[in-house]
């Protein structure tokens, strides 16, 4: 019974997920077409619609407006840190979720593999 709760349930996901994705693809080509979004005068190609969202963001993209007293080092160290870190963690629930899916099987008479 849980398993076919967990499977209509997957299913939903599935369809859901596969909606919003080929809605905001839509809504993408359709905002794309119609040049909305874009700031008059500034053109920056393909990366418009990104750069123009982000007010001030040129302290963010030029070298000579953004300050930091963290050495640059040190934030690309803590980037490969936390990516590192949430490898780790997505190894680990894989496992876990893998030993559960073994052990319902066992229950229900199966193998397990």
Not at 21 to 32: D, N, T
């Amino acid at each position: 019974m849980k398993e076919n709760r967990r499977k209509r349930i997957s299913k939903w996901l599935g369809i859901t997920g596969a909606v919003i994705f080929i809605g905001a693809v839509l809504v993408s080509v359709y905002m794309m077409a119609h040049n909305m979004g874009h700031a008059p005068g500034i053109d920056f190609g393909p990366g418009q619609y990104y750069y123009t969202d982000i007010p001030g963001w040129q302290k963010y993209f030029m070298k000579d407006a953004f300050h930091s007293r963290t050495p640059i080092g040190v934030l690309i160290g803590l980037f490969f840190a936390w990516g590192f870190l949430m490898y780790r963690l997505w190894c680990f629930l894989d496992g876990k979720w893998k030993d559960e899916e073994e052990g319902v099987s066992q229950e229900e008479g199966g193998t397990g593999i």
